[in-house]
């Protein structure tokens, strides 16, 4: 049975639902959830009993059309029905904007959002990955991005706030500047899904500035603050021309009688969703700092109802995954199929004190045993990126991660106008430490002149890995000690000679290469072994050069019982 389940993980680019892992499960019973990014606090109770009683009639008679939904919603939000378009998810959206607004190439941080990668690949486009960096803790230079957008040519950029899986957050007037001196493109597309949970500034936003531009779409999500995913509602903000284009192309019925019964429900629930939205961000300061007590566990400062962590050295994330479904019943997300991320890396929920608890102890047990400070082994074979869409994996084995064709691939010489990639090396993360007030987030360069290039810092070498203890590796792959090495005599005691010779020296025991990869597509489902390798992806970790000081804009207070949490972050009463 747990071989069943874990097997659930290794069919696609994304986690399998909850409804396949509790078939699976053989109870009937799901485990805890700290994969879904899910608000666990709302709805209440008594909103759920009441969805409950009213069952029947929801899914017998058809729902009211989009329009009449949207038309709720915007009046909910202080938003013109005009510049919104509601989707059956955010991800319906993200293909409709796709195949409407997306022409050629598509700039993205990675890693980030899979949909945002492999949907305009799957379409065709070129998608151009600006890597973050983990040494400088997964945050966004806009500078930096803005001048990778330029040197590629990219016609539409991407922006996730806060990013998923890491949780960094950009400032509104970062966000603006980034908007303006990208109005020569095609699109910019700002993903709001998340900001609900972000506390680090009173109204963080951009939406009214969406409008008012020509080019550019912000997308949030309902599921996600809303804590129910399965309802499938999401909704997009830009000016009336855009927000149409999408609109007139969406099913007058694409939403279900269950978004619309949730969304004509909300005006009277508004405080309660408030506090719930307190309880997140007071919650996942909590489980940062109890998985912080973790030895050798990186916890990265997030905005998001999620943290990003890194596993001690030698822990391997599909293991951890697996043993802790399998022996604790608790789902957690590895995230070594996500481009530009690793298998050392999971995105745990933000969830209840409680769980937090049963997480923390499970997550001890798995790492360490009975003591601390043995991780769980490597596999052998190692774990490379794999999107589960054989099309997806194809283009990116034979692009250098930024969705460029590799000069060798086409028998061409250096890309015109790209500097030749840095060495991939591995940075250090920022440590939780490094958080001010306790609500850490990746600072962005709000002060800087857009889109000024920077100059690009030398690549810092990679460390050295340890090497395995003698007596477990392979008598052929252990390295001839130096003190084997032929003494060289010193040039004092040289006889002088017009060109003397070098002088022979014992050079140590090769170590094996490892057998190449079969070469071809990845039929679907299967990893990527031969493809991008996630240093790859990510390229040169060397530090970021200093980015400007960020105070958080002090907290304004929050809506009381009479005034409904603005999703758009207008008239929020302070």
């Known amino acids: 049975m747990a071989g069943s389940v874990t097997s659930l993980f290794r069919s696609g680019a994304h986690s399998p639902s909850m409804a396949a892992l509790t078939r699976e499960g053989g109870d009937g019973t799901g485990p805890v959830d700290f994969c879904i990014p899910c608000n666990p606090y709302f709805p209440t109770p008594a909103m759920m009993e009441t969805m409950a009683a009213r069952l029947k009639d929801i899914i017998t008679f058809y729902p009211s059309s989009a329009d009449t939904i949207t038309a709720e919603l915007c009046q909910l939000l202080q938003l013109p029905p005009q510049a919104v378009a509601m ?23 990675v890693p980030t959002f899979g949909r945002w990668t492999d949907q305009p690949m799957e379409t065709g486009k070129r998608v151009d990955m600006f890597p973050l960096q983990e040494s400088n803790g997964f945050a966004l230079d806009l500078s930096q991005y803005a001048e990778f957008i330029r040197k590629r040519g990219t016609r539409v950029a991407v922006i996730c706030n806060p990013n998923n899986p890491d949780g960094g957050f950009l400032h509104k007037q ?239 010489g250096p890309v015109p106008g790209l500097a030749a990639a840095p060495a991939a090396g591995v940075g250090m993360p920022l440590p939780v430490a490094a958080q001010q007030g306790g609500v850490g987030m990746p600072m962005p360069a709000a002060a800087m002149q857009m889109p000024q290039p920077q100059q690009m810092q030398q690549p810092m070498m990679a460390p050295v890995p340890q090497m395995a203890p003698a007596a477990q590796m392979a008598p052929a792959a252990q390295m001839a000690p130096v003190a084997q090495m032929a003494p060289v005599a010193p040039a004092a005691q040289m006889a002088p000679a017009p060109a003397p010779a070098p002088m022979p020296m014992q050079m140590p025991t090769p170590v094996p290469a490892p057998a190449p990869a079969p070469a071809g597509p990845t039929p679907p489902g299967v990893p990527a072994r031969g493809g991008l390798t996630a240093a790859q992806v990510r390229g040169m970790t060397a530090p970021a050069p200093p980015v400007p000081d960020l105070a958080p804009a002090p907290a304004t207070g929050w809506p009381n019982a009479q005034s409904w949490p603005n999703a758009a972050g207008m008239g929020q009463a302070g």
């Open 174 to 412: 970062a966000l603006v500047q980034f908007m303006d001196a990208m109005a020569d493109l095609d699109l910019v597309v700002i993903d709001e899904s998340f900001l609900e949970f972000a506390d680090a500034e009173a109204e963080p936003s951009v939406v009214q500035e969406a409008m008012l531009r020509p080019n550019v779409i912000v997308l949030r999500s309902l599921g996600k603050n809303f804590g129910l995913h399965g309802i499938r509602f999401g909704y997009m903000v830009a000016n009336p021309s855009l927000a149409g284009k999408v609109r007139s192309m969406l099913p007058k019925w694409n939403l279900n009688a269950f978004a619309e019964y949730v969304v004509f429900m909300l005006k009277e629930h508004g405080a309660e969703y408030a506090q719930s939205l307190r309880q997140v961000r007071k919650d996942r300061l909590e489980m940062a700092s109890q998985l912080a007590t973790l030895p050798g566990l990186t916890v990265y400062p997030s905005q998001g109802n999620f943290l990003f962590v890194r596993l001690p050295v030698g822990a391997e994330g599909t293991v951890v995954r697996d043993r802790m479904l399998t022996e604790h019943r608790i789902l957690v997300r590895e995230c070594g199929n996500k481009i530009g991320s690793s298998s050392r890396f999971l995105r745990l929920v933000v969830r209840p004190e409680v769980d937090v608890r049963r997480l923390v102890s499970a997550m001890e047990q798995v790492l360490y045993g009975t003591r601390r400070g043995a991780a769980v082994p490597e596999l052998s074979t190692g774990t490379s990126y794999s999107s589960g869409t054989a099309a997806v994996d194809r283009l990116v084995s034979e692009t250098n991660g930024a969705g460029l064709q590799l000069a060798q691939a086409v028998g061409a």
């Open 87 to 109: 989707g059956n998810g955010s991800t319906e959206l993200i293909t409709w904007i796709d195949h409407l607004l997306v022409r050629e190439s598509l700039a993205i941080p």
